[in-house]
């Protein structure tokens, strides 16, 4: 049965969120004495302000396989898995002993392990690369790679979408998801900062593009021309939904990069290893010159890893020596003759832990036989989820690529960010809050998506669709 799409009762949609988040304070008393506890200490309450939201989160004690479990006991099917983290799902035994071997056998040297070998040689085969480096975290896999295309091309600004997120480092905090008032025209968007603290002569040397608009993107880089070191593009855009390229998008940015003399970058920290072996870059069958990987290739571990052509990651040499006429600027150096060379640093880079995670997850857990029944039950769920919006006539859709999905909750397909700022967030909030009281547990916010894991089951993808459904059939009862 396939219903119009209703138009719901705005008070029954607000009286079932006030009633589930009543009920979320009733079952979770823990977390939120911890809560009130841990704002005399942390600004917002958390570590990261993404972990921050209304009126107060869940705070953790365990997690195995696909389930997860709160302070007050309660036990949650996980369908957030860390923003993403765990294609592997949490603590797989496999990765679980390794670890617990290299717990005992030291965990950091700031010397190479053999184990770095192993990951940058198996990344290289998933990503076809020539060369390959570790950082900590997807955050720093994007600033280094757009230092190292600055380095290569000599140039200073880079690009990036509109309602794309790439870590929190300067360059890339822009735009993320600017309030309509100074967002600009849709066919050459402004360039907002999402925090203050940004030097604004850096804010400037970011453009900003809208996704999925490839005549917009050629006229802004013409208006660029010569100028754009890097265009940094997530192939699918997991920070506002799921937002997937449209057909010859992905095609036509590479071909719009090479024209223009930009290094493309594709961010697949989170697409990376989980739509497919060789994550977007093989999903699709386009190649970047850099991509930056992070999250699920160290499963649960921190890790960051960004690779790519030869040419391009070999600009990354040694800092030049002290007092050189090179000497003084780390940054962005060129060195005497033309050459440049990029500085790539850190204490904790290919550490042996964060080493030993990666192989383990890369050629023992997320193995080529892995992608087809993960994509079976991303298809599942979304078909579950659509037969019940159509059944019951939600203004919503369900959209996924692979193992990543979720339900948008707005009747029109959103193919960029300024159709997803019409997503109608108390209906996803009171879908929020009666599905984690009945445990599932998604992401904290509608921008984000479900992730299923290598340890989720059908009978997990079940559940959620029963109570995705129950929600439908009280939301739309006469
Ligand atoms: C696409 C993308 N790039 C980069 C990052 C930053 O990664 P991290 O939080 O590990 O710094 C994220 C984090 O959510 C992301 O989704």
């Known amino acids: ?5 209703a138009s719901i009762d705005r008070q029954r949609i607000g009286a079932i969120a ?13 977390s939120a004495e911890l809560f009130e506890r841990a704002r005399r200490s942390l600004p917002l309450g958390v570590a990261s302000s993404f972990q921050a939201y209304e009126p107060y989160p869940l705070f953790m004690t365990d997690a195995r396989g696909s389930l997860i479990w709160d302070v007050d006991g309660n036990e949650y099917i996980d369908f957030d898995m860390a923003f993403g983290v ?18 005992a056998n030291g965990t950091c040297y700031t010397f190479p392990v053999e184990d770095g070998v192993l990951l940058a040689e198996e990344i290289k085969r998933r990503f076809g690369a020539d060369l390959v480096r570790f950082s900590n975290s997807g955050t720093e896999a994007t600033m280094d790679a757009i230092r190292v295309a600055r380095g290569f091309t000599g140039r200073e600004k ?4 509109e309602g794309g997120y790439h870590g929190h480092h300067d360059d890339v905090l822009v735009s993320i998801q600017p309030p309509r008032e ?47 070191a890097a265009i940094i593009i997530e192939p699918v855009q997991f920070n506002i939904g799921v937002v997937p390229p449209l057909p010859g998008f992905l095609e036509r940015v590479r071909e719009l990069a090479t024209a223009y003399g930009a290094v493309l970058i594709f961010d697949e920290v989170k697409t990376g290893v989980v739509l497919a072996y060789g994550g ?18 160290g499963g649960g571990i921190p890790i960051g890893a960004f690779g790519g052509r030869g040419e391009v990651m070999s600009v990354i040499e040694r800092l030049p020596e002290p007092g050189s006429v090179a000497g003084t600027a780390l940054e962005h150096t060129t060195i005497p003759g033309g050459a440049t ?52 006539g939600l203004p919503g859709y369900a959209v996924n690529v692979g ?36 445990g599932i547990l998604l992401p904290p916010g509608p921008d984000d998506q479900w992730t299923l894991s290598v340890q989720h089951s059908p009978a997990d993808i079940d559940r959620y669709v029963s109570t995705f459904r129950d929600f439908a059939a009280e939301l739309t009862a006469t």
Request: proline share 7%.
């Open 403 to 438: 193992p990543k999905g979720c339900v948008m909750f707005t009747p029109a397909r959103v193919t960029n960010y300024r159709d997803f700022i019409g997503l109608d967030s108390e209906l996803w909030a009171a879908s929020f809050f009666y599905l984690a009281n009945r």
């Open 18 to 30: 006030q009633r589930e988040e009543a009920r979320y304070r009733e079952r979770t008393p823990r």
């Open 158 to 161: 880079i690009l990036k979408f």
């Open 86 to 103: 765990l294609a592997a799902g949490h603590s797989h035994p496999i990765l679980a002993d390794v670890l617990a071997h290299r717990v």
């Open 1 to 5: 049965m396939t219903t119009a799409p």
């Open 280 to 297: 977007a870059t093989e999903h699709y069958g386009v190649r970047p010159d850099l991509f930056c990987l992070a999250k699920s290739i």
């Open 182 to 228: 100074l967002m600009g025209p849709d066919d050459a968007p402004a360039t907002v900062p999402a925090s203050a603290g940004l030097p604004r002569s850096r804010v400037d040397e970011t453009v900003v593009a809208p996704f999925n608009r490839p005549d917009a993107l050629e006229r802004i880089l013409e208006r660029h021309q010569g100028q754009i």
């Open 341 to 392: 060379r990029v500085a790539h640093l850190g204490t904790f880079n290919g550490n042996p832990l964060s080493m030993a995670a990666g192989v383990a997850v890369l050629t023992r857990i997320l193995t080529h036989d892995v992608y087809p029944t993960l994509h079976a039950m991303g298809e599942s769920l979304t078909n579950g989820c659509q037969e019940v919006i159509d059944d019951f």
